[in-house]
């Protein structure tokens, strides 16, 4: 995943104190992990300003004319964001005209102040510290949304961590304007929670859903031969990652068939999420179940969310962009508080966690819903078959879920942490302690979230609540 970062270093006077400014700060932008920087070069000798290269007298931007020369280059470049920083004073006005030109998320940063001249004058060699100021009314003015990082030398660590933030927010907005989302039948029958409105994501995001009818998908998957090498490389794909197999062998290549058909949509159709039916006409109609299966999809980046829940889809798509596409989101159920452990619960699906989740890759266990203790005979022929079983890895994670109500948005993000647990329970699972369970669960029932979320590993707090800012989205921040 690659996000093009256009960095405007702004300027009143030129001096080696601008000079400086803008070529550590472009060390450090480039430094970023998933990021090309695009910036202004330094033009020839008496040379104007330019649209195809985004030439300037100094690298660097102070007049409107280079201003508009350089955002025809950050247009033709396909910028994700800009990056402000007025490296003494700056110019507010041209700043101001590329930004809003190119209505990409914004991040602001002013340099802090050099010592003075020890000369008569005693001159302040930057002020950026007081230009930084008109620079953001300007933005403000056009009412254009914008992230202030603060007031840094560029390589401090405060910069990077705002910097890097700013980028995985970038990668949200980017993901989900104009995202296809898969949708393969039908939401279960009792399951209201799930609807969604399609104008209203096509109105904010620019999104479509791409439908297919489940019988569809099924006809494709029983087309394929036992021996495709498609159904093959899948079969011994599956075989590989699961220590523990209680399915018997009609279940495997049904199975296989039936990733290959759906991976097949996803790239015809050029999906960036999916959700699909998974219960009862599957298992009526195909013999198997979908849980370990939407698992392994999701483990192959091509994300997938139960029960027809499309918002359940974007919530994931949301924490994948956000991880720069490193990490793998799980699609979970608010399931049950702790017994006794009162900030504990359970975060919990029927199978459908990548295996890469698992807290101990031996004890990956593939079995069917009659019997997760894996203690039956393996039945042939059995519809139930088909759930991952096992414990999700510890450490910190952060839920997500987006919700709409009658063209409002917002985005319930919450941070938590997966405890070990020693005990063993059905499906794909995880204990996970909060600070404060109570405002948690309160906060979901008063604020309409539903019962499934996406959960992912890391803090991505900082990411998600910009990201919010930039896609005018209510942010529902649980600490």
């Known amino acids: ?27 450090e932008l480039s430094k970023l992990p998933g ?72 991040l602001l940063y002013a340099t802090k102040e050099p010592p003075a001249a020890t000369d008569a004058s005693m001159v302040r060699l930057s002020d950026s510290y007081c230009g930084n100021l008109s620079m953001a009314a300007g933005l403000h003015r056009r009412r254009l949304p914008f992230r202030f990082a603060g007031i840094f030398f560029p390589d401090e660590a405060g910069l990077r961590a705002e910097a890097e933030a700013f980028v995985r927010a970038l990668a949200v907005v980017k993901g989900l304007r104009n995202a296809r989302i898969g949708q393969v039948g039908v939401r279960p029958q009792t399951f209201e929670t799930v609807a969604y409105d399609e104008i ?36 011994a794909d599956l075989r590989r990652t699961v220590a523990i197999l209680t399915v018997a062998e009609d279940y495997l290549v049904k199975a296989a068939k039936l990733e290959t058909a759906l991976a097949a949509f996803w790239t015809r159709s050029g999906l ?24 392994r999809l999701t483990g192959r980046h091509m994300l997938t969310a139960c029960e027809a829940d499309v918002m359940g889809a974007l919530s994931m798509l949301i924490q994948y962009q956000a991880s720069l596409g490193q990490d793998l989101p799980h699609f979970v159920d608010w399931t049950i508080q702790h017994r006794e452990i009162p900030n504990r619960l359970l975060a919990w699906h029927c199978g459908n966690a990548p295996p890469c989740l698992a807290r101990d890759p031996s004890a990956v266990a593939l079995r069917s819903r009659r019997d997760m203790a894996g203690t039956e005979p393996i039945t042939p022929g059995d519809p139930q078959a088909g759930l991952y079983q096992f414990q999700l890895k510890p450490g910190p994670v ?10 409002e948005w917002k985005m319930l993000i919450a941070r938590g942490e997966i405890v070990p647990s020693d005990e063993t329970l059905a499906g794909t ?49 649980v600490e």
């Open 1 to 27: 995943m690659l996000l093009k970062l256009g960095f405007v270093p702004s300027y009143r006077r030129w001096s080696d104190w601008t000079e400086k400014m803008r070529s550590e700060s472009l060390r």
């Open 35 to 106: 990021v090309q920087v695009v910036a202004p070069q330094v033009a020839p000798p008496d040379a104007v300003p330019d649209p195809a290269t985004g030439a300037t007298a100094c690298g660097a931007v102070h007049t409107l004319d280079e201003a508009e020369a350089v955002a025809s280059y950050f247009a033709r470049e396909g910028v994700d964001g800009l990056v402000l920083c007025p490296l003494d004073f700056g110019d507010e006005r041209s700043a101001a005209k590329i930004a809003e030109k190119l209505r990409v998320p914004v």
């Open 200 to 235: 209203a994501m096509a109105r904010k995001f620019g999104q479509n859903v791409i439908y297919a009818n489940l019988v569809d998908i099924l006809t494709e998957a029983r087309k394929l031969k036992d021996d495709d090498p498609a159904v093959q490389e899948v079969l």
């Open 272 to 295: 960036s999420a999916l959700t699909m039916q998974c219960w009862h006409s599957i298992q009526l109609d195909f013999g198997i179940s979908l849980c370990a299966l939407f698992g």
């Open 398 to 407: 952060t839920f997500c879920r987006l919700a709409e109500y009658d063209g």
């Open 429 to 477: 699972w995880a204990w996970v302690e909060v600070n404060d369970h109570d405002r948690l669960y309160r906060t979901l029932v008063e604020q309409g979230f539903v019962h499934h979320a996406s959960m992912i590993h890391g803090d991505q707090v900082p990411a998600l609540s910009r990201a919010c800012s930039f896609l005018d989205i209510v942010p529902v921040v």
